[in-house]
Nanobody, 115 residues
Framework: QVQLVESGGGLVQAGGSLRLSCVAS????????MGWYRQAPGKQRELVAA???????NYADSAKGRFTISRDNAKNTVYLQMNSLKPEDTAVYYC?????????WGQGTQVTVSS
């Protein structure tokens, strides 16, 4: 079955950096677009960044210039490098992919940015 396992979250001070990782299994990773979403308390889940199978990327306005999404097809892994973190980046971050008609999510990893 499809599994997405995130890691790399934690507590960081404002201005700091974190790198999130998501290891995928059960899919043909190299042909799948991958995305990172986040959900803050009381808010809807929102797209942070996405990367296509050929490496084309897009970012939420809030992430542009600070976050970088990348992928390593040899490791079935997608990354989210987050720099210049702000308290408003505090959320649970989820890895996502779509395979066929189904939408898959990881369990999420908590990112907390203190001011």
């Amino acid at each position: 079955q499809v599994q997405l396992v995130e890691s790399g979250g934690g507590l960081v001070q404002a201005g700091g950096s974190l790198r999130l990782s998501c290891v995928a299994s059960g899919i043909k990773f190299s042909i799948n677009a991958m995305g990172w979403y986040r959900q803050a308390p009381g808010k809807q889940r929102e797209l942070v960044a996405a990367i296509t199978s050929v490496g084309r990327t897009n970012y939420a306005d809030s992430a542009k210039g600070r976050f970088t999404i990348s992928r390593d097809n040899a490791k079935n892994t997608v990354y989210l490098q987050m720099n210049s973190l702000k308290p408003e980046d505090t959320a649970v971050y989820y890895c996502n992919t779509v395979a066929g008609p189904l939408n898959y999510w990881g369990q999420g990893t908590q990112v907390t940015v203190s001011s």
